[in-house]
């Protein structure tokens, strides 16, 4: 059975993970890469996505003299996904005061829906939540969702407002839908009407 993203079902490393190892290598003469090392790091990475590992490597290229060794790697993963959980905190929260517990929001972030419903339970448990110690406390309890959630990525989820879980319009007698986008934007809003509910036919004696 692989291990992760990065190792296939014959055991055997990928070769999008093995050349980026190579190529990273390249850039540090005195580094000596095996197939047995570039085994080990595709199993402590396996649950990192590709891109997400080319972004590592990267920083490290800046930043390190010699070949970065795992927990290096590991340390960057971490800072990562602290500011990307950072961001996903402040964009809902912004999301929430332009959207409001009514409306439904899809967010394009999956880690990010998710980490709030296990957290919050629901979008109007989210918005409805006051600033203060137990909101504190919550945050810090998110931010550690997130970076659990971002360790098995999905895509965008959505969170059901009260116009759609009571099966009611707003005041204006529409529902309305907004979009959290990855860069953390609240998008134009789309709204619908909702279906005029179905009528039964009364029953004559």
Known sequence: MAD?????PDGYVTNEFSDLMTDVAAGYPAA???ARGIKLYARAFGHVPLATMQKLFDRAVRERVHFPSIAELNGYLESSADDAALLAWSSLQRAAEQAGAWASVEVQDGSAAR????VFGSWPSFCQMEDGPALALKRQEFLAAYRQARRNPRRGG???GLCESNGSPG???LTWTYRLNASGEVEAMRQRALPEPKRTKELTK
């Open 171 to 173: 005041p204006d007698g």
């Open 4 to 8: 992760g993203l990065h190792i296939k």
């Open 32 to 34: 000596k890469i095996t």
């Open 158 to 160: 959505k969170l059901v």
């Open 115 to 118: 980490a709030l419903l296990d």
